[in-house]
């Protein structure tokens, strides 16, 4: 059982440049998230999921995108990468239906120069 | 609006003592709360959670405790060793969907 899985786990982009973050889960659930985390910070909700076709806004959604075209993959789109986005990034996912307990990926460390 | 922070940035123990990591809340609305902790180089894992209607709950080797009155949660750490050595983060449910994550407590042991 993998779990969450994100790819990659290391990324330097020039400014200007774009990506996709790749974030799959294997347990079959229903809610999915994308988290940054800054150096010495907590976690900031970029987009979630609440199923597959369902995305909605976090605290940080600007210069992002998201999909969420079946229940396991949840790619994160950057379309003009800024300095400002240089931070980790975590994907997560959860059953819901009154599961609190949330499965996080290894992160992906995206640096933009 | 809706925050979740701790009072100590870190904190250091010693070896086969309690450790505890407390952690502020401002939504009095929030249904639930949950500690996770982070490794270096890993992502959060769960420990344990606890609903707004309860005052405590213990797991293994850890305990919450909120108190509601004051908007403050706690996490107990009985017995520390040098595995409990990383980021420890509070949350905060957010209408059922999503959650705040606070700034985090590091929690260095000591041998």
């Known amino acids: 059982n993998a779990g969450v899985t994100q790819t990659p786990k290391f990324r330097i982009l020039k400014i200007g440049q774009s990506m996709t973050l790749q974030c799959t889960q294997d347990m079959n659930h229903n809610y999915m998230y994308w988290y940054r985390q800054d150096p010495g910070m907590g976690l900031k909700l970029i987009y979630y999921?609440?199923?597959?076709?369902?995305?909605d806004k976090g605290e940080v959604p600007n210069g992002y995108n998201v999909s969420r075209s079946t229940t396991e993959d949840f790619p994160l789109r950057l379309e003009l990468a800024a300095p400002s986005q240089t931070s980790v990034y975590f994907c997560?996912?959860?059953?819901?239906?009154?599961?609190?307990?949330?499965?996080f990926g290894q992160g992906t460390r995206l640096t933009v120069v | 609006g809706e925050s979740v922070g701790l009072h100590l940035p870190t904190l250091s123990v010693q070896e086969g003592d309690n450790s505890i990591i407390n952690c502020a809340y401002s939504?009095?609305?929030?249904?639930?709360f949950i500690w996770y902790k982070q490794e270096s180089g890993k992502g959060p894992q769960f420990i344990i959670d606890i609903r707004s209607n309860m005052d405590k709950r213990q797991g293994q080797r850890v305990t919450v405790l909120l108190n509601k009155t004051v908007k403050h949660l706690s996490l107990q750490i009985a017995a520390t060793q040098p595995g409990d050595s990383a980021v420890y983060f509070c949350?905060?449910?957010?209408?059922?969907?999503?959650?705040?994550f606070g700034p985090g407590t590091r929690l260095s042991v000591l041998p």
């Open positions: 999921s609440v199923g597959a076709g369902i995305t």
């Open positions: 939504n009095s609305a929030s249904d639930y």
């Open positions: 949350a905060e449910n957010n209408y059922g969907q999503n959650f705040v």
């Open positions: 997560a996912s959860r059953q819901g239906q009154g599961r609190t307990e949330a499965f």
